[in-house]
């Protein structure tokens, strides 16, 4: 290799850490996100998250998104940083207002790691207002029907949860437009495991391939903490 090849070679490469470096930095040091923190109350955590076809982000706003619900004003955080204390039984409600996506491994339609390893579901039509009973399951099958919009897993716990999408003669009539959402059909599903019994950062994510226009879906939203993916800090 010529003397100028090489140092554009090694020009190039130099470049290549350091927007690896500055992508590291922007994206997760020097992040804003807030954290809702959930306090115990008679021994439990109620952690409240929504899933959402959009987000209110002017940078990415057709990028699908979880939001977490603050537990004293009630208010949607645009984050999925969250954090409950350690050793407490973790009650779950997810409202689920985007539409399906198959899962490309079906093996997460099964319900794994959660107390009874079962999800309690049930549909509206919007707020308020419930168009079936709820409904106890081990499986929600994201191939049999597309069933599912995305997932909730905390992978080194061993958590898998599908997320239901709403009903979809509804959701294609009616679906929330505006996040987060706060009227629309949407599924609400329940269910709880017990936190770890240490401090510490927890790692979730979605494994839905819903990251639309990137490679394999798995880019954007899918990789981006606020969106997809999240921690969940476990407090002393
Ligand atoms: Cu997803």
């Excluded at 999408?165 to 599903?189: I, R, Y």
């Amino acid at each position: 290799m010529s003397l100028p090849a090489r140092i554009v070679t090694l020009l190039v490469a130099f470049a290549a850490v350091v927007a690896g470096a500055v992508f590291l930095v922007v994206n997760y040091i020097a992040s804003s996100l807030p954290t809702v923190h959930y306090v115990a109350s008679g021994g439990v955590v109620n952690v409240v998250l929504q899933e959402d076809p959009q987000n209110n982000d002017p940078s990415n706003p057709d990028w699908v998104s979880y939001y977490v619900q603050n537990p004293q004003t009630k208010q949607w955080v645009h984050t999925t940083l969250f954090s409950v204390p350690k050793h407490t039984r973790v009650n779950v409600t997810i409202l689920g207002y985007d539409g399906c996506t198959p899962l490309r491994n079906n093996y997460w339609s099964q319900v794994q790691g959660t107390t009874g390893s079962t999800v309690t579901v049930q549909q509206f039509a919007t707020v308020g207002k419930p168009i079936d009973s709820p409904t106890t399951t081990k499986m929600i099958n994201s191939w049999s029907n597309c069933a599912v919009a995305h997932t909730f897993a905390i992978p080194s716990m061993h958590l898998f949860v599908p997320v239901p999408s709403p009903n979809t003669a509804l959701f294609n009539k009616d679906a929330c437009g505006v996040s987060p959402c706060t009227s629309g059909p949407h599924s609400q599903e329940t269910f709880s495991f017990m936190s770890p019994d240490h401090a510490g950062y927890w790692r979730w994510q979605c494994f839905i391939p819903c990251g639309g226009g990137f490679l394999d879906g798995n880019g954007g939203p899918m990789q981006t903490i606020g969106y997809m993916t999240g921690e969940m800090e476990v407090s002393a």
